[in-house]
């Protein structure tokens, strides 16, 4: 999709996929034939940079045609390069500046909880949209209006645009300050897939927010992508989406055998 | 025009021109929000490693943090996006560098619908509208290369603070080497009796083109490269109205806030004429290649064409 594109975002669409496939082949409540179902738990991609993996969810789930990915970021197609409600049936909020998403999504729990909807939300962020103040005043503002119905998610990569976040702008630990904000706090490995599942219907039964800290590899399933901070925003050249590609596949094939790690 | 030039991005140069003031002046310094490749104040960290200062993903952070740089002594430097050096840390900005008048250079790139395919949230049709509004604030938006250049070399004495706007795409080249100063910020680039057309930042070499055209047509089109657009050089944009009595202003930016606002708003006081805008007709901009975002957008030669020849069918 985005070497088609000839530009976007894989490494942080990579690490979240475990996450993000957790989510709707599982943990949602949604109608893709009835996209605003009042009753639908709502996915909010924080890091719109990620759209990729949000719009790969989306077309798989039913939303919209599996075909028209391939034209993600073209001129005349619904998918942009980051995600937008009026264009992409299935996108809660637009979004791609960063830090703003966990705001959003406390008004939206607190806003069914007035209405007594039952829906839960589920927000992804980024370890280096972490960095935004606003991300914690929405902790506070979330712990404070004891949000029961939000799980916010931390793709935790380690890598943003300029490097590691530990050398660019530490965050971590962010268990801990989720900890401190009134959150109740997971950590688990992002990858594996068991540890994902049982977080995120822990988190829809505790009392208040309840933050998962998600440890994931960016880039996560392309060797030459892992890592790599280079990779966060280019898209790859052909030989590249074919060596992608094929070791992908090798890993899905080995997955539904039954042989692979996780 | 200085053909032989290669195209080469104005964002490139601001890299460039701020290594030179690093080697030059030891009170420089330089701050971004984790888009140093792409801002291009990479070039100035990887030299003056302990006078550049990243701080992550958190532009409000960044502007205050130059604003405590600058009031310390310090001539500060802070580049992310256009959209969000004006858009997210407005009110830093407006509250701790313009009230404050302090000595900090937002040079903000990706300006305009040029971004391409990051779509509308990384478009930024505003920024200029926002900075004008801000008392102290001096607003530029170079043409070219070359022209940033001088633009940031001078930057450096200039008292408080500024925003300079450069672009994500690669640009022909207008002036052959670096101006010793932008002057006034309104250079008459080719001469005309009919009709006057005021651009800025990439839309200046197609208002070249629009004006070779309109020449084909018998109608002689004065081009005005407007790089200052605050404070605006009412000399010569009046001078230049007087001549023409007919105006095409022409910007990558909203109608609403830019170049096109601020020329009307000479003309108004100073010399009311018939005028059209070319620019972004208050909406959002969308995902696509640069160039295919610019035709469908309007942002062309051919549209100058086009309304230079209503406005002047409009009669005075
Ligand atoms: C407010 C804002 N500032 C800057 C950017 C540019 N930007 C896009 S992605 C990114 C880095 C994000 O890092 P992270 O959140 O860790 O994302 P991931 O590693 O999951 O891709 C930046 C700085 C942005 N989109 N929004
Ligand atoms: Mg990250």
Redesign the pocket.
């Known amino acids: 999709m985005v070497a088609e594109a000839g530009s976007g975002?894989p490494?942080?669409s990579l690490?979240?996929t475990d996450i993000v496939t957790a989510l709707f082949f599982h943990t949602l409540n949604h109608r893709p034939d009835e996209p605003k179902w009042p009753d639908r738990d709502r996915f909010i991609l924080s890091?719109?940079?990620?759209a990729p993996i949000l719009y790969a969810a989306l077309a798989r789930s039913g939303y919209f045609p599996v075909e028209d990915l391939i034209n993600l970021r073209r001129i005349d197609c619904h998918l942009q390069g980051h995600p937008d409600m009026h264009k992409t049936v299935g996108v809660e909020i637009s979004s791609?500046?960063?830090?703003q998403g966990l705001s959003v999504s406390v008004g939206m729990a607190l806003a069914m909880r007035l209405d007594k909807l039952p829906g839960h939300i589920f927000t992804l962020?980024?370890?280096?949209?972490?960095q935004?103040g606003e991300i914690w005043e929405a902790a506070m503002a979330a712990a404070h209006y004891k949000t029961d119905n939000l799980t916010g998610i931390v793709?935790a990569?380690g890598?943003?645009?300029d490097g590691f976040?530990s050398d660019v702008m530490n965050v971590e630990p962010l268990a801990a300050k989720y900890e401190a904000f009134g959150w109740s706090t997971r950590q688990i490995d992002g990858h594996d897939m068991e540890q994902i599942i049982e977080a995120l219907d822990w988190s829809k039964s505790v009392d208040g927010p309840a933050a998962i800290i998600a440890k994931t590899v960016?880039g996560k399933g392309v060797s030459f992508m892992e890592n790599q901070a280079g990779w966060?925003?280019k898209a790859p050249a052909s030989e590249q989406k074919e060596l992608a590609l094929a070791e992908l596949k090798e890993q899905a094939e080995a997955l539904i055998s039954g042989q692979g790690e996780a | 025009m200085a053909d032989e030039l290669k195209p080469r991005a104005t964002r490139e140069a601001y890299g460039e021109a701020l290594l030179e003031l690093g080697k030059r002046h030891g009170n420089v310094v330089a701050l971004d929000?984790?888009?140093s490749g792409s801002t291009m104040s990479k070039v100035f960290a990887a030299e003056f490693p302990e006078r550049f200062f990243n701080v992550g993903?958190a532009?409000a952070n960044m502007m205050n943090m130059a604003a405590g740089f600058a009031i310390s002594g310090k001539i500060a430097y802070a580049s992310?996006?256009a959209v969000?050096a004006t858009g997210?840390a407005f009110d830093q900005v407006r509250q701790s560098i313009a009230q404050p008048n302090l000595p900090v250079r937002i040079v903000a790139s990706h300006g305009g619908l040029t971004v391409g395919e990051d779509g509308c949230?990384?478009q930024s049709v505003e920024d200029i509208g926002l900075m004008r509004l801000l008392p102290n604030m001096k607003v530029i938006v170079p043409a070219d290369f070359n022209q940033t250049y001088a633009a940031v070399l001078e930057s450096y004495d200039t008292p408080g603070p500024m925003y300079i706007r450069t672009g994500r795409p690669l640009t022909p080249f207008l002036y052959q080497e670096p101006p010793a100063s932008l002057g006034k910020g309104a250079d008459v680039l080719r001469e005309g009796s009919d009709i006057s057309i005021f651009a800025c930042g990439i839309m200046v070499v197609k208002a070249l083109e629009a004006a070779e055209q309109l020449k084909k047509r018998d109608i002689s089109a004065e081009v005005v490269n407007v790089s200052i657009l605050k404070p605006i050089d009412v000399d010569t944009v009046t001078a230049s109205l007087e001549k023409t009595g007919y105006a095409v202003t022409a910007e990558e930016h909203s109608i609403i806030g830019g170049l096109g606002d601020a020329v009307a708003e000479v003309a108004a006081e100073y010399c009311p004429v018939r005028m059209g805008r070319v620019g972004i007709k208050d909406v959002f901009g969308k995902s696509g290649k640069p160039d295919q975002l610019l035709e469908e957008f309007n942002l062309t030669a051919a549209h100058m064409v086009e309304l230079a020849g209503k406005v002047l069918a409009s009669g005075k």
């Open positions: 975002h490494g942080g690490s979240s890091k719109g940079h990620c791609g500046s960063l830090g962020m980024g370890d280096g949209e972490s935004e793709d990569n890598l943003q645009i976040t960016k966060h925003g | 929000a984790d888009l993903v532009e992310t996006f969000f997210r949230t990384h």
